[in-house]
C-alpha cells in the first residue's frame, strides 16, 4: 500500500515537471513567431494556461522568459529595451489577476487581468517613450505596439487558452 503512495507521488511529480518544461520550452519558442500578431496572443494564453494547470508560482516563473527571449534574439527592438520591465510587470499582473478571478468566472479573470495589463503597459509605455523615444515616428510605432494591441492581444490569449483548456477539460 505505501508502494502505490509512493509512486503516485512520484508520477505526479513527473507529470508537473513534464508540464512545466513543456510551458517553459513554449515561452522560449512563441517569441521566435516572426508576426506579433501571433506572438502576443500566443504567450498570453500560454500565461492563461500555465495558471490553470501549474498555479500561480510557476506561471510567475514564465512571465520573465518570452521578453527576455524577444531581447535576447533581437525581436524587440534594442530602443524598446526600456520597456522590458514594464512588460514583465504586465505579465506579472496579468497571471496574479487571473488567478484570483478565475476560479469564479474565467472570463472575469481574463477580461480583468487583461484590462489591467492594457492599463498599465499603456500609462508606463507612453511615460517612458516620451522620456527615451526622442524619433517621432518610431515613437509612435512603439507606443501602438504597447496600446490597445496589448489588450487585443491578452484578450485573444484568453480566447485561445480557453479553447485548449476546454479540450483538454481542465475547465
Known amino acids: 500500500m505505501a508502494e502505490s503512495k509512493v509512486e503516485v507521488l512520484v508520477d505526479k511529480k513527473v ?12 515561452a522560449i519558442l512563441f517569441p521566435l513567431f516572426p508576426l506579433r500578431e501571433i506572438t502576443g496572443p ?3 494564453a500560454l500565461l492563461f494556461i500555465a495558471v490553470v494547470i501549474l498555479g ?3 506561471a510567475l516563473l514564465v512571465c520573465f522568459l ?8 533581437g ?19 496579468l ?13 472575469l ?18 511615460l517612458l517613450v516620451s522620456e527615451f523615444i526622442s524619433n517621432v515616428q518610431l515613437a509612435k510605432i512603439v507606443g501602438q505596439t504597447m496600446g490597445y494591441l496589448q489588450l487585443i492581444s491578452a484578450l485573444l ?11 483538454i477539460k481542465r475547465i
Open 15 to 26: 507529470v508537473a515537471s513534464t508540464q512545466l518544461l513543456g510551458v517553459v520550452v513554449l
Open 42 to 44: 500566443l504567450v498570453n
Open 56 to 58: 500561480v508560482r510557476n
Open 109 to 126: 479573470g481574463v477580461v480583468s487581468a487583461s484590462l489591467v495589463k492594457f492599463i498599465f503597459i499603456y500609462s508606463l509605455a507612453t
Open 75 to 93: 525581436i524587440l527592438p534594442l530602443v524598446a529595451l526600456p520597456l522590458v520591465p514594464v512588460i514583465i510587470l504586465g505579465n506579472i499582473l
Open 66 to 73: 518570452p521578453s527576455i527571449m524577444s531581447v535576447s534574439v
Open 95 to 107: 497571471v496574479l489577476l487571473f488567478n484570483y478571478f478565475y476560479k469564479k468566472n474565467f472570463w
Open 157 to 167: 490569449g484568453g480566447i485561445i487558452a480557453w479553447v485548449f483548456l476546454k479540450f
